[in-house]
C-alpha cells in the first residue's frame, strides 16, 4: 500500500499539531489518539525503544519529555515516500524544558520523526531522532530533573 504526496503532508501536519499540542497540559495521549495503531515499533534516540500496545509510548512520554517540557516550536519540513507509506519530518525545534517550575530553558535542536504508516492509514513505526547528548539540551534536563526530584 502507498500513500500520495498530499495524504502524507496532510497526516505530518495533524502529526506535529497533536504533538506540540500534549506539552502543555502532558496529555499526548488525548492530543494523539486516533495517530497511531494498536501496536506500534518505537526506537527514540534517548534510548526508548519499544514494540508493544501504542499506549506503552504515552506512559513513558508523559513521566520523561511529557512532564519536562511545556511547550514547542517547531515548523519542519516534510518527505513523503509514497511506495512505502513513510513520512519523515525534521527540522529545527525549541523547546522549554522547565518541569512546570517557573524558570525557562529554551534549547533548540534538530528533530526528526519518521514514521511508517499501516493499511489503515495509521502509525505502526516511529523514529525519533535528534543529538541525544546536545549539552544545552543535556543541561536543561539535569537542572530541572533535580528540581522535580527535590519537589517529590
Known amino acids: 500500500m502507498g500513500i500520495t504526496v498530499a495524504e502524507g503532508e496532510e497526516y505530518a501536519s495533524k502529526f506535529v499539531e497533536a504533538f506540540k499540542g500534549g506539552f502543555p497540559a502532558n496529555n499526548h495521549a488525548a492530543t494523539m489518539a486516533g495517530l497511531f495503531a494498536d501496536t506500534v515499533t518505537i526506537d527514540w534516540s534517548d534510548g526508548f525503544k519499544s514494540d508493544g500496545p501504542s499506549a506503552a509510548i504515552f506512559e513513558r512520554f508523559s513521566s520523561t519529555w511529557g512532564a519536562m517540557v511545556s ?39 534538530k528533530l526528526g520523526h519518521l514514521l511508517t504508516l499501516d493499511e489503515s492509514g495509521k502509525v505502526s513505526s516511529w523514529v525519533g531522532l535528534w543529538d541525544n547528548e546536545y549539552p544545552p539540551m543535556l543541561a536543561a534536563l539535569a537542572k530541572v530533573m533535580e528540581k522535580m526530584t527535590a519537589s517529590k
Open 71 to 109: 511547550t514547542m516550536c517547531y515548523a519542519p519540513d516534510v518527505l513523503v515516500d509514497t511506495t512505502n507509506s513513510k513520512i519523515l519530518i525534521t527540522g529545527q525545534a525549541v523547546i522549554n524544558v522547565d518541569g512546570g517550575f517557573p524558570e525557562a530553558n529554551l534549547v533548540q535542536n
